[in-house]
């Protein structure tokens, strides 16, 4: 009886949680959100079979997120000027995607001096693997099929089919 009661609360945290960002995104198909998440964000499009994993964080505005993408356990994505995902991509927990970084002249205060966003922001292309923790920095452009290891940080564009890693992540090979 027990145990029924605890999965009838799960249920109802769960089509909460949904309903959350239901209500804050614009989605084709309604997203598969596996506990709280946080979004503070305007115009975030989500695709079909999106999967939300517990505390991902999405930030700013214009978030593309694609069809069949999976975004893991405490990922955040904090976007100026876009971050767009492509289809059937998935990024693990603990990531960090920024496409903007404090100005840091010096003789002034960081926190007074304007943000230095990426233009375009930042493209993760189709069938991309982000491997847990890494950072995905302004400049970053990851072409479809490319593999970024576990804690790298991308700052630069990654050709299709790399598997790249380390910081910053270089190609280690290609996808064969
Ligand atoms: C990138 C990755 C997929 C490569 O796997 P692989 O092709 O089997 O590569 P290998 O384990 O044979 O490693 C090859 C070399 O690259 C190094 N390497 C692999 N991944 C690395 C990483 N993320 N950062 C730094 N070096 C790495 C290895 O130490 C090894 O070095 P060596 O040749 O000097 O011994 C894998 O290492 C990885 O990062 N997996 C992520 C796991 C993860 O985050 N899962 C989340 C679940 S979604």
């Known amino acids: 009886m027990i145990t029924f009661l605890f999965k009838v609360i799960e249920w109802l945290k769960r089509g909460y949680h949904t309903q959350y960002v239901v209500r804050r995104c614009r989605a084709s198909e309604v997203p ?3 506990g709280r998440i946080y979004i503070n964000a305007t115009n975030v499009r989500v695709g079909k079979n999106v999967t939300f994993y517990p505390g991902v964080y999405l930030w700013g505005r214009d978030i593309e ?8 356990i405490g990922t955040i994505i904090y ?6 995902i492509g289809n059937n991509t998935s990024i693990a927990g603990q990531c960090y995607i920024i496409d903007s970084n404090h100005g840091t002249a010096k003789g ?3 926190q007074n001096q304007p943000m230095n966003t990426a233009e375009h922001g930042i493209d993760i292309g189709s069938d991309v693997w982000i491997a847990a923790q890494c950072m995905i920095l302004k400049g970053a452009k990851i072409a479809d ?4 290891g576990a804690q790298s ?23 064969k």
Do not use: C, M, W
């Open 32 to 34: 598969l959100v596996l």
């Open 65 to 72: 997120i694609g069809d069949n993408v999976d975004i893991g």
């Open 79 to 84: 976007s100026r000027n876009g971050v767009r």
């Open 108 to 110: 002034q205060l960081i």
């Open 145 to 148: 099929h490319a593999v970024i």
């Open 153 to 175: 940080l991308v700052n630069s564009d990654i050709p299709e089919n790399a598997i790249a890693f380390g910081t910053p992540a270089t190609v280690a090979k290609f996808r």
